[in-house]
């Protein structure tokens, strides 16, 4: 097949979009930011796409809650175009705010922007500590059906938000996400253990999948590690790989093997 083709969504507001673009160019992608007023005026562009990302950063000032705003323009102007996009087989991964614009418009947990039940069985609330976190943190893969990272690696990526708080509606639905294989990416310590969780989520919870595995809303940015140097400690220790790599480049084997 021709080289697979990524859209970067953008919005007023959204700050690694550049990064997040280099990232799926030195997977191989052919990648293209794109402003959502573009994609609005022309839904059929996700046409041309085969991978679609919405990056970090905070849209339209994370106004009435993060990603809020964005998801809205989803669930009322795009919900036709982006449930077909899910259901042609294509990716999607949602990073920070991009993952709270995923859970707010309901293309997670489940896999279909849908305004009657988005953001009603999971959210992303405000850390415990009611402060910013950005710091280094460790996570490993806890998903055999998600595309983007193998079941049981264990990675290092940073994080910064605020408001990254999994939490779900009840038991149940934690349940129904653990049973279905769709809880993608855990908070551990260095050794891989559990602890190290930055911000309460009910069990450590750092990335879901939807019940496809195809797309994936994770708060850990994986567009800031695609270089050994991007590593603070780099200098210090023997860093093998770039962690983040992993999420995009995962992604494009996928996509040339389908």
Excluded at 48 to 58: A, D, S
Excluded at 153 to 158: C, G, K, M, N, T
Excluded at 214 to 235: D, S, Y
């Amino acid at each position: 097949m021709s080289t697979p083709k990524a859209l970067v969504l953008r919005a007023a507001g959204t700050n690694c979009d550049r990064e997040t673009q280099y990232a799926l160019q030195q997977a191989g992608f052919e990648a293209d930011r794109v402003h959502v007023f573009r994609v609005m005026e022309n839904p059929s562009l996700l046409d041309e796409y085969q991978f679609l990302v919405i990056p970090g950063g905070f849209s339209y000032g994370d106004d009435v809650a993060a990603g809020k705003i964005l998801a809205n323009q989803m669930l009322h102007r795009l919900a036709e175009p982006l449930n077909k996009f899910v259901d042609d087989g294509k990716l999607m991964l949602g990073i920070c705010n991009g993952f709270q614009v995923l859970i707010k418009s309901g293309l997670l947990p489940w896999g279909k922007v849908d305004s009657e039940t988005a953001g009603c069985d999971a959210t992303l609330g405000w850390n415990d500590s009611g402060m910013f976190v950005d710091k280094w943190i460790h996570l490993r893969g806890g998903s055999g059906k998600c595309v983007f990272l193998p079941d049981d690696e264990v990675i290092a990526l940073p994080i910064a938000h605020g408001e990254g708080k999994f939490v779900t509606a009840d038991a149940e639905i934690l349940d129904r996400l653990r049973s279905a294989d769709q809880v993608a990416l855990r908070y551990v310590d260095e050794s891989g253990q559990p602890g190290g969780n930055p911000n309460g989520s009910v069990d450590d919870i750092a990335g879901i999948c939807d019940p496809t595995g195809r797309v994936m809303g994770l708060m850990p940015h994986p567009e800031r590690f695609v270089e050994i140097t991007h590593h603070p400690q780099w200098t210090r220790k023997e860093i093998r790989r770039a962690d983040g790599r992993l999420f995009f480049e995962n992604a494009f084997r996928h996509l040339c093997s389908a």
